[in-house]
């Protein structure tokens, strides 16, 4: 797929460019990450810059952490997240986002790709937040916690969700594309890399 939607269908035409990417929730609103993880002020302006630079426009997917437990809550590592509540939970959300890059999709746009957040015990693509040592209890009062947790090569729970819900619809072949929240959960400049390949290469599906 090529040009613009409008002078792809000969019809009406205006000045979009026909593309977009979804991003999670903390691309676009550091706000939304845990107490002492927010990079930056506002948004992850490297991001946002080679989204518009390359004529792309963003879809701000729901904050899975955030809808369900607020934005004042503790770090919490994959096992914590991976109950069925949550899991339903993060199933919602993802109906609404498959919903949208279907609406999208049959109306000849190009949903790029759908990025992630590495390091994430929810979001993580290649990474998520996992306990230090497998046998650790979870749970008593916050304060008497152990704080040990490492970066295992596993998704995060919403992650595996929405992978599932992509693959049902047969949506399968999307391009999936994550940056990290933290160093040790990959490196920001490779992650970039990588999505500038894909912006330029167009539909991910």
Known sequence: MTGKVGQIKNSVQDARSGKLVFLSHCILNQNACVRGLAS????LREMVDLVLDNDVAMYQMPCPEVTYLGSM?????????????????????????????QTYRDNDHQVVGIILRDGSPTCGLNCAAVEADSEQVWGGMVWHASPLQRFGATEGVFTEELKA???RRG???????????VPEAGSLPDALQQIELA???????
Do not use: T
Not at 199 to 205: I, S, T, V
């Open 40 to 43: 930056q002020p506002a948004v």
């Open 73 to 101: 809550r503790w770090g919490q590592v994959k096992k914590m997240y991976a109950n069925p509540m949550f899991r339903r939970h993060c199933r919602q959300i993802v109906g609404q986002i498959c919903d949208q890059i």
């Open 165 to 167: 819900e992509l693959q």
């Open 171 to 181: 949506f399968e072949n999307l391009r999936l594309l994550s940056l990290p929240e």
């Open 199 to 205: 912006l330029q290469e167009g539909d991910g599906g």
